[in-house]
């Protein structure tokens, strides 16, 4: 469990996730509405646009769009929130198929996808803690993601 103690760290969370993936990617991003998903996906996006020398995205939730893309080299990062779909199938329209297959995806809802969401998913689930902004983040990686992820919990 990470405590991020206010929204700051949930960013600085996101921004050390950023620094790490590789196309192929899926981070499922799990938590009650207001729990930080969005916030979450935006410092995550935002660091990437930083690293490859592009402006700040505005990065809207994509409640009513269900996904959202961005370009940086070498992948895109497909931002999908799932919250309105009703079967794991109707993700197939959205072409989650290629984000899984070459980009990053960051998956809020991720439970909406049942069997679909990818075995090697990087899980994080957003909790409630002691203050309205502070939030636990609990982390479940499988094995290929525990290595990338040494310390990054650690410098909350």
Do not use: C
């Amino acid at each position: 469990m990470v405590a991020l103690p206010d929204l700051a760290a949930t960013r600085s969370l996101a921004v050390r996730l950023a620094a790490l993936v590789v196309p192929g990617d899926v981070i499922a991003l799990a938590g009650d509405l207001g729990a930080g998903k969005t916030e979450f996906a935006r410092a995550f996006i935002n660091a990437l646009a930083r690293r490859h020398g592009q402006p700040a995205e505005e990065v809207p939730s994509p409640t009513f769009t269900l996904a959202q893309s961005y370009d940086f080299p070498p992948f895109t990062v497909w931002h999908f929130d799932l919250y309105r779909i009703k079967r794991p199938d109707e993700a197939w329209e959205l072409g989650i198929e290629d984000a899984f297959a070459d980009g990053v995806s960051l998956i809020e809802w991720p439970d909406r996808l049942g069997g679909l969401l990818p075995a090697d998913a990087l899980r994080i689930t957003l909790l409630p803690a002691d203050t309205p902004d502070a939030r636990r983040a609990e982390i479940a990686a499988t094995a290929g993601w525990a290595a990338r992820l040494a310390g990054v919990a650690d410098h909350g």
